[in-house]
């Protein structure tokens, strides 16, 4: 059987580089780590990973709070470019995620559950919403954990964000700059930290132009259900009607494209729209969607990188990542006789 003591002899390093280069220890250097682990595959040593975590009290697993309810984060590419993120750099420093999903009830249960038992190293949240008890949980706790998103409640906790009401102030003056002065907003869940954000932007963007800021052209963003549609439809019968909308992410956009074309309007010929995420399938709508990039996997990169070093208690150089945005401008914001000539 080997042992760390043969990988140590054959490497020429002690049996405790072994064990720092089998954890994953920052402070080894990559060509003594590529050599030892050479030395491991080549005599197929796998450390024990049970031993291990009773040993050091550390499991290289990190628990990933799924957004409620769990079942849209399927229907939603932005989670799966999230977790892709989350994914590559967990694998890099060597650890397992685990993904666990909760009914609103039980949530903060579950999570009391993981910290409780030290069952995992880390928890990540993938979203965030106001007075949310998870947070403030944890917050209390001490326990490792990092938010992809913002809590007001708690400036201080370890998270990775967008500027979001940046990112909807650009989308907006995007729309004015294209000589749009009604515009409305399609929104998402009032609870949610991303729909306060994005709204504050949007706002902030007409109002600084000089332009009606008017709360009828503010609707929800359930664009996929009845009560969406019977919105859109409502708004866009007004005497006085939208010209361009704000949409709060690609997945609405496509119900939001859909109603208007059941409602027999034509983008960008009739009214304008830009989103955000920038979801693979926005560039193959009809029309080609444009839509603000917030860099979905860098966000679940860095949120990775964040918890793992909370969670080796290594210094963090800023509790708070800003991921930047860019507008990617297609053809449901272009005027109609620029995509003529084009």
Known sequence: MVTIKDIARLAGVSPSTVSRVVSSHPRISPDTSRKVKKIMAELGYHPNVMAKSLVSKKTQTLAILLPRPAEELFQNIFFSELLRGILASANRLGYDTLLTAAGERDELESVARLVRGRRVDGIMLLSSRT?????????????????????????????????????????????????????????????????????EGYRKAIASSGLPVR????????????????????????????????????????GVLRGLTELGYKVPDDISLVSFNNMALSELATPPISTI???????????????????????????????????????SSLPAAVITKT
């Not at 403030?136 to 009401?165: M, Q, R, W």
């Not at 918890?307 to 945005?325: C, D, E, F, K």
């Open 131 to 199: 007075n949310d008890p998870v947070i403030d949980y944890l917050a209390s706790s001490g326990f490792p954990f990092v938010l992809i998103g913002s809590c007001k409640e708690h400036p201080d906790i370890l998270s990775v964000d967008n500027d979001n009401t940046q990112a909807a102030f650009d989308a907006a003056q995007h729309l004015i700059a294209q000589g749009h002065e009604r515009i409305g907003f399609v929104s998402g869940p009032a609870y949610l930290t991303v729909s306060i954000d994005r709204l």
């Open 215 to 254: 709360s009828e052209w503010i609707i929800g963003g359930e664009l996929l259900k009845e009560n969406g549609y019977r919105d859109l439809s409502l708004m866009m019968g007004l005497p006085e009607r939208p010209t361009a909308l704000v949409v709060i992410d690609d997945l609405v956009a496509f």
């Open 293 to 331: 990039d917030i860099g979905s996997y860098e966000l679940g990169y860095t949120a990775s990188q964040a918890l793992i070093g909370a969670a080796r208690r290594q210094p963090a150089s800023t509790v708070r990542s800003v991921i930047p945005h860019r507008l990617i401008v297609r053809e």
